[in-house]
């Protein structure tokens, strides 16, 4: 049981002032690198952030939880 919860990662944004195309490629790496290491990982950002990465093809389709507490409940 414990080892299961070793596989999941909650990437927060929260103190992230600004979408651009660095942080959408760090993202995407992210979620690659957790995909192949098979990690469960839920993002976390601000309503305005989720607005902004679904302006980009390579992340339109991640879901956005508002709060830490939200991404644990998907996880």
Request: aromatic share 2%; proline share 0%; net charge positive.
């Given at each position: 049981?414990a ?25 995407i ?10 990690v ?20 339109s ?6 709060s ?8």
């Amino acid at each position: 049981m414990a080892a299961a919860q070793l596989n999941k990662m909650i990437l927060d944004m929260g103190g992230v002032s600004e979408t651009n195309v660095s942080l959408i490629k760090l993202v995407i790496t992210v979620f690659q690198h957790c995909q192949k290491a098979n990690v469960a990982i839920k993002l976390v950002a601000t309503s305005k952030q989720g607005e902004e990465l679904k302006g980009f093809q390579e992340t339109s389709q991640i879901t956005v939880a508002n709060s830490i507490g939200e991404a644990k409940a998907m996880l």
